[in-house]
């Protein structure tokens, strides 16, 4: 069941990588075309270490982020910021979006994803330690599927209920007595 929903997660960003982007209608705002198409291109990655490296000092720079962890893959980047475990959720919210200005600002952090999650943090390190390992795809398989294993829910009534094993029903526990 877990390797299946690893599977489809996989396949599922794989898909959404190769999507096309909508086209803007001739009738939309000028202002806002220019926008996106200058700020949100996505660049070609071809040296995912600099990105890497560039994307994490990006996040550095900005105030009450202490450490960063950074995977690149593809085109995309998911940026962990880890900051102070004793702010309030909406402290965290600013620093988070605060690092998300800084990133649209760049040609390769436009379309990063950045967390603040602890959890997915420490994740980030471990793929980043298994890629560094020369296991990057087994790294990023491993660390997502204990992501979706915390995420998918567990209902109690699926549970089917262990019987303890009765010494009397195994003949080899008879033979061995």
Avoid: W
Avoid at 121 to 132: D, P, V, W, Y
Avoid at 139 to 163: A, H
Wanted: proline share 5%.
């Amino acid at each position: 069941m877990r390797s299946l929903l690893v599977a489809m997660l996989i396949i599922g960003l794989l898909a959404g990588c190769g999507t096309a982007k909508k086209q803007a209608s001739p009738h939309s705002n000028s202002y806002h075309t220019k926008s996106n198409t200058a700020n949100n291109a996505k660049q070609p990655i071809r040296d995912a270490a600099a990105v890497k490296e560039h994307l994490a000092s990006l996040a550095r720079n900005v105030p009450g982020v202490r450490g960063v962890n950074c995977v690149v893959f593809g085109n995309t980047a998911i940026v962990g910021i880890d900051v102070d475990a004793k702010l309030e959720r909406s402290r965290v919210g600013t620093i988070k979006y605060s690092v998300a200005e800084a990133l649209s600002k760049d040609k390769y952090g436009a379309n990063a994803i950045v967390t603040a999650d602890m959890d997915i943090n420490e994740r980030l390190r471990e793929i980043s330690a298994a890629t560094k390992q020369g296991h990057p795809i087994a790294g990023f398989t491993n660390e997502l599927s204990d992501i979706i294993g915390r995420i998918v829910p567990q209902f109690p009534n699926s549970v089917k209920q262990m019987q303890p094993p009765s010494h009397t029903e195994n003949p080899k526990m008879k033979k061995s007595m």
